[in-house]
C-alpha cells in the first residue's frame, strides 16, 4: 500500500459541524471553540457561511466571527462557504479572502439546497469567479453527491468527470468531492479517484467524507491509497446537510487524525489539543457527540491492572 507522508486536515466544525444543531451557538462560544482549534494546530478552518440567515440561522453570525478573529497574526486560513453571488459580496466586505462555492452534482439536490440546477449554479459560478477575481479572493469549488443522490441514487460517474473537467478548465484550484449523505463504499471511492486523478493529474483534490453509514474511515482509507492528502473533517463528528433526508455527521477529526498518526501519516496537528476542544465541544453544543476517540481514548492508553 502506498501512502502519502502528510495529509491535509481541514476543519469544518464551525460550519457544517454547526449548522444542523438546535442550538444556535453565540458568537462568544464559535471563539472558544476557535481558539482551542487554534491550540490544537489546525491549519485550514472552514469558520462559516454566507447563506440567508432564516435558512441556516446557525450560521447568522459568521460575519462577526471572522471579524473577532481575522486580525490574529498567528491564524489558521479562514474559508467561507457561499452558496451564490450574494454571498461572496456578504463575505468580501468582511475581508474574507477564501470562498468554497458548493454546488451538486443531483440537480434534485441542488434545486433543494440552493433553488437552482445544476447547469444554473455553474453559470453562476462563472460570474462568482469574476467577481472574486477582480477582488483577489482564492475561490474553491465543492461537488456536494458526488457519490450519490438521496433524490435520485446513482449519480453517473460520466456527470462527475464532465463537471471536474469544466472546473479544471476555470482553473479552480481546489476541487472538493462531498460524500454528502454518506453513500460512497471504498471500492466505489478508489475507482472514480483513480480515473480523476488519471484524467486530472494536476488538479488539486479535496474529500468530503460523511459517517451517516459507518464507512467514513474506510473511505479515507480509499482516498489515501488513490494518492489523495486532503480532507474536510469536523470535529466530534457533528454536522450533515439541513436540505438532504438522513443526513447525519461528517467524519470526526479526533478519529481521522488518531488513525492517521497510528499509520504513521503526519497531520502537523496535536491529538491532545483536539480532544481537548472535541470535550468542549460537548458543553457548547449540550450533548455527547459521534466521537469514538473521546469515549475510548487514543490506542496507546494504558490502563492499571484491575485488583484480585
Do not use: W
Amino acid at each position: 500500500m502506498n501512502f502519502p507522508e502528510r495529509v491535509q486536515i481541514n476543519e469544518v466544525v464551525l460550519r457544517d459541524g454547526l449548522q444542523l444543531e438546535a442550538k444556535i451557538v453565540p458568537l462568544e462560544e464559535k471563539k472558544e471553540l476557535y481558539e482551542l482549534l487554534v491550540n490544537a494546530h489546525i491549519q485550514t478552518l472552514e469558520f462559516g457561511s454566507f447563506v440567508h440567515p432564516k435558512l441556516v440561522p446557525q450560521m447568522a453570525n459568521s460575519g462577526e466571527l471572522f471579524d473577532a478573529v481575522a486580525a490574529e497574526i498567528q491564524r489558521p486560513a479562514l474559508i467561507a462557504l457561499i452558496p451564490n453571488l450574494k454571498g461572496a459580496e456578504n463575505a468580501q466586505s468582511h475581508g474574507v479572502s477564501r470562498l468554497n462555492f458548493v454546488f451538486s452534482a443531483s440537480d434534485t439536490h441542488n434545486q433543494q439546497n440552493v433553488r437552482k440546477n445544476t447547469e444554473e449554479s455553474l453559470t453562476e459560478l462563472t460570474t462568482i469567479l469574476e467577481f472574486c477575481n477582480s477582488h483577489g479572493i482564492t475561490l474553491n469549488v465543492s461537488i456536494a453527491t458526488t457519490f450519490g443522490c438521496p433524490f435520485e441514487g446513482e449519480v453517473l460517474v460520466a456527470r462527475i468527470q464532465n463537471l471536474v473537467h469544466r472546473l479544471v478548465e476555470m482553473k479552480i484550484d481546489v476541487i472538493t468531492l462531498a460524500d454528502t449523505t454518506g453513500m460512497a463504499n471504498p471500492k466505489q471511492v478508489y475507482g472514480l479517484l483513480s480515473l480523476l486523478r488519471g484524467e486530472f493529474p494536476s488538479q488539486k483534490f479535496n474529500l468530503h467524507f460523511h459517517n451517516t453509514r459507518g464507512m467514513g474511515l474506510s473511505n479515507i482509507l480509499a482516498s489515501l491509497q488513490a494518492g489523495i492528502d486532503s480532507f474536510d473533517t469536523s470535529l466530534g463528528g457533528l454536522g450533515g446537510c439541513p436540505f438532504a433526508p438522513g443526513a447525519t455527521g461528517n467524519v470526526c477529526t479526533e478519529d481521522v487524525v488518531h488513525m492517521l498518526h497510528n499509520m504513521g501519516i503526519d497531520t502537523g496537528l496535536s491529538l491532545e489539543g483536539l480532544l481537548k476542544a472535541s470535550a468542549a465541544l460537548e458543553k457548547i453544543v449540550e450533548h455527547r457527540t459521534p466521537s469514538y476517540l473521546l469515549k475510548a481514548g487514543p490506542s496507546d492508553r494504558k490502563y492499571p491492572v484491575p485488583a484480585g
